[in-house]
Each structure stands twice: as structure tokens, then as C-alpha cells.
């Protein structure tokens, strides 16, 4: 019912208000029993004017008390069941939606998709998961029962009953008052939000600003972009705050009205005097779901505004999918007339690159800056997907592979380290969980041996243990990237996909960076690596030229050097960098 009121489609958020629908459901049966307890203290009431005071019978009014303290006991067990009922839904919903949305995020294969913050659509749908697992959805449940203390109101007297009724339109306008002028508010406020995006990128080159005496200027641009944030905030804020005094002085203005009502029908003998203060309680219970709703309308206003987002953000995530079990692969790589073109580029990335890596061969790529060669090394290990084209790996589609299983079979190290915040054992594992923790220290170990980072990694302060922070901090340029080489080699994969990885080496680190790949090919592992150093090159079986997009020469490496020679040495130019790879 919940997904059809707020017109969600088919999808993940669906699916989770549909796995909540036994919690909802006890909220309403549990909102009902609430709303019908509440009327327990104005029969109280009426019954203490109408016979205790009469009757003078003491037993009356203690067997009255008695049904009182019972009746509010089973409700304040009943509200406090509904609000765990309530956070357990949310809990619920977030188990089942944040993991679409972490994988979302997680997702940077799409070359067209946005460079807004990844973590927008998360951070959408906490405020959305507040809105339903919050106040206003609590408000929401009690709002059907209005009519309930209504009917009751015009049981004591029509006149009571009209004048809740018309107090009910009053707030009920007011409501709606506070949603327009708010809808437009909240709009300019989830626009503005983007500042923080502006600190996130300005905060990540923070070194390099203060140095080139840039932080004020920085400072400024940021202020001026918090400016609208603020701006908003204080708007709404005030809006909002001016709706629910105006809410409240309304509804203490009706409250005390109705009291003044029935003190007249009482004096006119229209209803007991019981029915003074009973009528008075029961309407300002009406009053109180509108009051909750006009209050928590900035929230609801919020949530389904979020909601909007999450919705679209869910919409352009393609749906999980099970993938049959492939045999381990040899490591023969292929690229078939593949295309990729980023969102607003003039042109495309990479066209037309058929290309075809043997199991046991070490092929360089080579070429001049902006060529493409860094985007080829992303198509090739599934990190990007190409917009035309197939690349398969052992003649099956990567997209035909579970993104779980591939990853095991391949080793990648881009052009930045790319380390996560954690140990440097658990950026080598990859973060890996096992039950038998020896195997994976072995595996840990035997990589960094592998990659020559272990002499390395046991003088860090708590050698594999060592904590590093996000993108390699607490760590040397070099020292970070032979434990990515070494998370690369990890597992014995079958392709590795290496871009410049000898680009913080010393002498040392090249030597043994090149032992590890020929130790990698002897074992028949597929091998492609971006670099410019001649004595790196020379290790190189074939080489890859690539210019412009495309791949200009391709093939066994002294064949590619000698004819780039004579081409170059025609136009009375020197060699390329490939050229200089001869050893």
C-alpha cells in the first residue's frame, strides 16, 4: 500500500517496503488501539463528574482509577512497541536498498554517468529512511483516527463536534499553506547542498592551494557557494517555525474555545458537566495528528524530495544479476572493434581497438599523452565498459562474468595507487574474508614477496598491520605503489593489468618489478603494461602503439620499434619513446 502512495515503481525500493509490510501493518493495528486508549482519560473524566460526584461512592472512583492506570499502561507499552516497530522498519529498509546503492556508487564503469558525488544518492535515501522511520510517518498513522474523536465530539454535542470540524479545516489549510511555500524551500536547499561537493574537491588538493597561496581565494569561492545553503536553511527554517507558532495559536485557541463551549451548553443544561472537560480533551486530541503533521512537515517535505532522487538513482542502476559459473580463464584477452566516449568530449576515447593478448606474453603500451592508453587499460580489466565493442576474456564477454569471480582471476594497478583505508594486509588481501585467516596472511606474504614490497612493509611501524588511510596517506608515493603491485599480485591472477606502475619506483623497486612480471609470465599469466622507462620496456614480448584512440602499430616489440624508427627517422624526427625500449 506504502509503495503505491508514494508511486514506486518496480525496483529495490519496492521490494523493501514490501519485505516491511508485516511492520507496517502492526503500526497501524498498534496506531488503532493507541488512538482508542487515548480516549481513556476524558471517559475518566466524564465519569468522575457524572457518578463519583454524585454517587459519593468511593469504590466507583477506584475501580475507575484502576481501569485508568491500566489503560494508560497498556498505551505507553503500546507507543513504545510502535516506535521500535518503526526503527526496526527502517533498519529493515536500509538492509535492503543501501547495498544497491553502495554498489552504485561503487560502480565507475559507465563513462557517461554524472560527475556529481557519488554518495548523494546514500545520503538521499537517509534522509528519506528518517522522513518514513520518523515523526512524520508516526503522524501519519494517527491522522485516519481524527475522524474517530470527531464523532465522538458531536456525541457529546453537534456544536462541539462542529466546531472541531471547522478547527480540524483551519489546520488542516494551514498544512497546506506551510507545503507550498515550503515545496519551493526545499528545492533551492537540495540545489545547494553541491557546496559540499566544492569543499570535497578543493580539501582533496588542500597541499597544493596553501602553497600556491591560494586559501583564501579558495575560502571565498567556498563561502560564496555556501551562501545559497544558508540562505535556504534560514528561509525554511524561519517558514517553517512560523507555521507551527501559528499551528499551535490556533489549536490553544480552539481548545480553550471548545472548553468555553461546553461550559455554555452545561449551563444551559445541554450536556453534564463531565462533558466540559471531556469534550475539551477529545478535540485536542483531533488537533494533535495536524499539529504533528504541520511540525514534521519540513521532514516529510524533505524525505519525498530525496525521494525523488533515490528513486532516479535506483533507475539507473542496472539490476544484479546471477551469472553461470566459468571455468578459471587462461588469461587470453580480446578486444573486438571496441568503442568509448565520455560524456561531453568532442570526440570518442578509443575507436575501433581490436587487439589480442596470449597467455605467457608481457605487451607494452606506448604512445604520447592523451593517446588513450590509460582508458584501454580500464576497458581491458572490466574497470570501464566500452560503449561500442566486446572484450573477452578466454572467448566469453566480460559482461557475461559475476564481477566477484572475474576480480579473483585479475590483477590491476591504475595509474593512482588507489588504496583503501585499512591495513596493509587487508589492501593486499583485497580486503578479503576467509574463515581459514592463515591462508590468506600466506597469500598476503607471498605477494608482497612477489612484488618486492615486504622488506618494505616490515619497517612500517606495525609492518603488515600498519594502518593507511585513504588513497595510500601515511605512505611514500613508492612505498604505496609496490603494495598495489603486490594487492595486483595477489591470488596468482591470470591478467594483469598494470599502468605505469614503475612511476614512483626507484632503481630497486624497477628491478623488482620487473622479476615479478617475468616470474608472472613464466607462470603463463597474460601481462599489459603502460610505461615509458626503456629499461622497463625491453622486458616487453610485444608492444602496442596507440594514437589518437586508435592503435597504430601492434606486434612483436622489435618489429613495432623498427618500424617506428624508419617512419620517424623519415620525417627527420627522433624515435619515439617505444624506440628508445631496445636494450
Given amino acids: 500500500m506504502i509503495e503505491r502512495l508514494l508511486k514506486l515503481e518496480a525496483g529495490p525500493l519496492a521490494d523493501a517496503f514490501r519485505a516491511c509490510r508485516p511492520h507496517f501493518f502492526y503500526l497501524m493495528c498498534f496506531s488503532a488501539a493507541l488512538n482508542v486508549l487515548y480516549l481513556a482519560p476524558s471517559l475518566y473524566m466524564l465519569q468522575i463528574y457524572d457518578r463519583v460526584l454524585v454517587s459519593g461512592s468511593i469504590w466507583t472512583l477506584a475501580f475507575l482509577t484502576i481501569a485508568l492506570f491500566v489503560s494508560l499502561s497498556a498505551l505507553g507499552l503500546l507507543d513504545a512497541v510502535r516506535g521500535q516497530l518503526l526503527s526496526a522498519a527502517g533498519q529493515r529498509l536500509d538492509r535492503l536498498v543501501a547495498p544497491v546503492l553502495l554498489r552504485a556508487a561503487m560502480d565507475e564503469r559507465d563513462p557517461s554517468a554524472s560527475g556529481r558525488s557519488r554518495s548523494q544518492p546514500l545520503r538521499d535515501f537517509d534522509v528519506f529512511r528518517a522522513a518514513v522511520a520518523g515523526a512524520p510517518f508516526l503522524a501519519a498513522c494517527d491522522l485516519p483516527w481524527t475522524p474517530l474523536f470527531i464523532f465522538v465530539c458531536f456525541v457529546i ?22 507545503e507550498h511555500k515550503m515545496r519551493g524551500m526545499i528545492r533551492r536547499q ?3 547542498i553541491s557546496s ?10 588542500a597541499e597544493t592551494g596553501r602553497v600556491l597561496g591560494m586559501r583564501d581565494a579558495l575560502v571565498a569561492r567556498q563561502l560564496n557557494a555556501r551562501t ?3 540562505t535556504a536553511q534560514s528561509e525554511a527554517a524561519v517558514t517553517a517555525s512560523g507555521h507551527t507558532a501559528l499551528t499551535k495559536f490556533v489549536r490553544l485557541l480552539l481548545q480553550s474555545g471548545i472548553l468555553g463551549l461546553g461550559a455554555y451548553l452545561a449551563v444551559e443544561r445541554q450536556i453534564s458537566p463531565g462533558g466540559i472537560i471531556a469534550g475539551s480533551i477529545i478535540a485536542a486530541r483531533a488537533f494533535a495528528p495536524l499539529e504533528q503533521v504541520v511540525s514534521a512537515w519540513r ?7 530525496a525521494l525523488v532522487s533515490v528513486r532516479t538513482a535506483l533507475a539507473q542502476t542496472p539490476a544484479q544479476t546471477s551469472h553461470t559459473a566459468l571455468p578459471a580463464p587462461r588469461g587470453a584477452l580480446r578486444l573486438e572493434q571496441v568503442g568509448v566516449r565520455f560524456s561531453g568530449a ?8 581490436t587487439v589480442s593478448v596470449e597467455p605467457g606474453d608481457i605487451v607494452g603500451v606506448v604512445g604520447p599523452s592523451g593517446a588513450g592508453k590509460t582508458t584501454l587499460t580500464r576497458v581491458m580489466c572490466g574497470a570501464l565498459r566500452p560503449m561500442v565493442g566486446t572484450v573477452r576474456l578466454d572467448g566469453a564477454s566480460l559482461r557475461d562474468w559475476d564481477e566477484a569471480a572475474l576480480g579473483r582471476h585479475i590483477g590491476y594497478a591504475p595509474q593512482e595507487n588507489a ?12 580486503f578479503q574474508t576467509t574463515a581459514d585467516r592463515g591462508d590468506s596472511d600466506a597469500g598476503v606474504v607471498a605477494a608482497a614477496q612477489a612484488a618486492g614490497a615486504h622488506e618494505l612493509i616490515l619497517k612500517l611501524p606495525q609492518g603488515y598491520d600498519t594502518s593507511v588511510g585513504p588513497g595510500g596517506r601515511g605512505l611514500s608515493a613508492g612505498q604505496a605503489q609496490r603494495i598495489a603491485l603486490a594487492r595486483a599480485l595477489f591470488g596468482d591472477p591470470t591478467l594483469i593489468i598494470l599502468d605505469e606502475p614503475n612511476a614512483h619506483l626507484d632503481q630497486e623497486g624497477e628491478a623488482a618489478l620487473v622479476e615479478a612480471l617475468k616470474t608472472a609470465r613464466a607462470r603463463g599469466a597474460a601481462i599489459v603494461v603502460v610505461a615509458h622507462r626503456a629499461g622497463f620496456m625491453s622486458i616487453a614480448d610485444k608492444l602496442i602503439v596507440m594514437r589518437d584512440g586508435k592503435i597504430d602499430s601492434f606486434g612483436p616489440r622489435d618489429q613495432v620499434v623498427a618500424r617506428l624508427a624508419a617512419v620517424e627517422g623519415g620525417r627527420g624526427k627522433p624515435p619515439p619513446e617505444a624506440s628508445r625500449s631496445t636494450p
Fill in 346 to 353: 568532442e570526440g570518442p576515447v578509443l575507436q575501433g581497438v
Fill in 190 to 192: 537540495a540545489e545547494a
Fill in 196 to 205: 559540499y561537493a566544492l569543499l570535497d574537491g578543493d580539501a582533496a588538493s
Fill in 299 to 305: 521532514q516529510l517535505g524533505q524525505g519525498l524530495q
Fill in 157 to 178: 454535542h453537534p456544536l462541539i463536534g462542529a466546531a472541531v470540524l471547522l478547527g480540524g479545516a483551519v489546520l488542516v489549510a494551514i498544512a497546506f499553506l506551510s
Fill in 228 to 230: 545559497g545553503l544558508t
Fill in 419 to 430: 588504496l583503501f583505508a585499512g591495513t596493509v594486509a587487508q589492501n593486499i588481501s583485497r
